[in-house]
């Protein structure tokens, strides 16, 4: 069965501070690695889609990595607007999603 | 920008009840998808659809909970006698092809008391 573990669980930043999210994954056959926004009683805002490792995506203050193993959400010099619950999620006929990193970026 | 909705945002209903919940998809997109979230866990895979019949199902989706394309926009979702643990965010999903991003809706926060 498909496996996705995220990590930290929670992550509090200043304005300004920088930080990695971690998600690592054993799936049988990755059609692709897909990251996700949610805010609070939303439903997810698709973010990037990574297929092959060594594939970088960015976009704004965020940039996501690809390993054989494990994917990396990069945030740089963070607002709170980036404040939300970031999802990671591995696509074989479905997608098996983690249970999230939660980051709260304090102003 | 084109977007999926769920109708209702919030529906309350009484234990054994049946409920739909309805979807519109983006207009040109082809693979449908149920997923729901408990509060406080991960959003679980439900079901999948494609060329007007289900594809692939989960665990959960048993005998109570069906799936239909009545038209050409809508997706619903019926769950014909609910229970306390169906009380979740049912979200709604499509994507153009198999391998692309799939676009969620905001979802529908089902309570069953």
């Known amino acids: 069965e498909d496996q996705v573990t995220q990590s930290p669980e929670a992550l509090r930043l200043q304005e300004g501070e920088s930080s990695s999210l971690n998600c690592s994954y054993t799936?049988?056959?990755?059609?692709?690695l897909f990251w996700y926004r949610q805010d609070p009683g939303k439903g997810p805002e698709f973010l990037f889609t990574?297929?092959?490792a060594g594939e970088e995506k960015e976009k704004e203050r965020l940039k996501a990595t690809l390993t054989k193993k494990e994917s990396f959400l990069h945030i740089t010099a963070p607002k709170p607007e980036d404040s939300a619950t970031y999802l990671c999620a591995v696509l074989n006929y479905k997608l098996s999603f983690g249970a999230g990193t939660t980051v709260t970026v304090r102003a | 920008e084109p977007e999926v909705t769920q109708t209702p945002s919030h529906q309350v209903t009484q234990m054994g009840q049946e409920v739909i919940l309805r979807c519109v998809p983006i207009?040109?997109?082809?693979?449908f998808y149920w997923y729901r979230q408990i509060l406080g866990q991960k959003v679980e895979f439900l079901v999948s659809f494609y060329n007007n019949e289900i594809s692939e199902k989960s665990e959960i989706f048993d005998d109570q909970f069906s799936v239909e394309r009545p038209d050409g926009s809508n997706f619903t979702l019926k769950i014909r006698s609910t229970k306390l643990e169906d009380s979740a965010m049912y979200f709604c999903?499509?994507?153009?092809?198999?391998?692309?991003?799939?676009?969620f809706g905001q979802g529908t926060r089902l309570t069953v008391v």
């Open positions: 799936v049988s056959g990755l059609r692709g």
């Open positions: 990574l297929y092959s």
């Open positions: 207009s040109n997109h082809l693979y």
């Open positions: 999903a499509s994507r153009t092809a198999m391998n692309t991003e799939a676009f």
